[in-house]
């Protein structure tokens, strides 16, 4: 029996889900939305899990949809039915993998090797923190195969970086580098070849210490407060982050500082 195209694992309160197709430079099949879509959900309704790493196996990240796949008859698909509605699937479900539907409340760090391709790199602007090896590869293909990034790049690309790169990325179509990703914003870390999911995990490790109150609810202000006028944003802050200041973790966190010990952080 093959391996599943999507494997996940826990560490503490760290999940990480991994593209597993090596082989086809981990492209985006039916399997692979499905297993994705089952992941972000348990992600979210586990109170364990504080924060996930979306990485790929085989030293890419995701070279986008499996188009051969994709383009053909996929009736005699066993993964087809959970996209059909007639036979009691999710019409939205490939929305749902793709992060287009609605974003996690809990972090998701992005370790990226390789190539992260067209809906590999749509779904890496669903992600929060991203970490990218030195000779990593980006670029939305879609204008050069006469098709359109549906996994929400043309809405979310712009508000990513400068308006003037997104167009170059969507309309020109071509790859660029990790260094140029980093100098318009678009990753926040660069790191040698194959130590982009070390320092995904080190990252993680120190999201899943915080107090995951706050970090959801900062999380959540921000994204709240992006399209709003300032004076808006600032109330919205208000309502979200000061039930945050009474909350037992906040006064867990208090405590430990003023006793010079970790902080045991319990959700509260």
Known sequence: MSEPALLT???GH?????????????????????????AWAEIEEDSEI????????????SAGADLKEMHGDQTANPWHDRFNKDKGGDPELHWKAFLRSKLLKKPLVAAVEGVAYAGGMEILQGTDIRVAGA????????????????????????????????????LLGEPFGAQEALDMGLIGRVVPDGEALNEARRLAGILADNGPLAVQAILKSVRAGADLPEEQALAKELEI???????????EGSMAFAQKRKANFTGE
């Not at 999940?15 to 692979?32: D, H, S």
């Not at 504080?50 to 990240?61: E, P, Q, Y």
């Not at 982050?241 to 006064?251: E, M």
């Open 9 to 11: 694992s826990r560490d």
């Open 14 to 38: 760290v999940m990480t889900v991994t593209f597993n197709r090596p082989a086809a430079k981990n492209a985006l099949n039916l399997e692979t939305l499905a297993r994705l879509a089952d």
């Open 50 to 61: 504080r924060v996930a790493i979306l990485t790929g196996n085989g030293g890419v990240f």
């Open 135 to 170: 000779s990593a590869k980006f670029g939305l293909t879609e204008a050069k195969r006469g098709l359109f990034p549906l996994g929400g790049s043309t809405v979310r690309l712009r508000r990513q970086v400068p308006y003037t790169k997104a167009l170059e990325i969507l």
């Open 241 to 251: 982050g000061w039930p945050i200041i009474g909350s037992k973790d906040a006064r």
